[in-house]
Nanobody
Framework: QVQLVESGGGLVQPGGSLRLSCAASGSIFSIDAMGWYRQAPGKERELVADISSGGSTNYADSVKGRFTISRDHAKNTVYLQMNSLKPEDTAVYYC???????????????WGQGTQVTVSS
């Protein structure tokens, strides 16, 4: 069984910062790409940023220069540092990962349960 658990969401004022974490646990054989998505009320889920196993990153235009994705392979954890937050960044943030379990050795996409980020004064 593989799980992704996010943490670090909350309420922050415009211009503030938050750091999200997502830890993968369970019987893991390998992890390929990991990423962060978000879904605002009434909108579709969208990619925020992703990072390959080699460290290559990709960002949505709306967060370039403000958000930074990183990962710690030893801890099976991906992070999202969010600076200069805007009200339009308010959403539920989900992490995902392409993970091969120790049982199947086949890569499957797993999702976390989501963490709320609210940017408001």
């Amino acid at each position: 069984q593989v799980q992704l658990v996010e943490s670090g969401g909350g309420l922050v004022q415009p211009g503030g910062s938050l750091r999200l974490s997502c830890a993968a646990s369970g019987s893991i054989f390998s992890i390929d790409a990991m990423g962060w998505y978000r879904q605002a009320p009434g909108k579709e889920r969208e990619l925020v940023a992703d990072i390959s196993s080699g460290g290559s990153t990709n960002y949505a235009d709306s967060v370039k220069g403000r958000f930074t994705i990183s990962r710690d392979h030893a801890k099976n954890t991906v992070y999202l540092q969010m600076n200069s937050l805007k009200p339009e960044d308010t959403a539920v943030y989900y992490c995902n990962g392409a993970i091969a379990s120790a049982w199947t050795r086949t890569s499957t996409t797993y999702w976390g349960q989501g963490t709320q980020v609210t940017v408001s004064s």
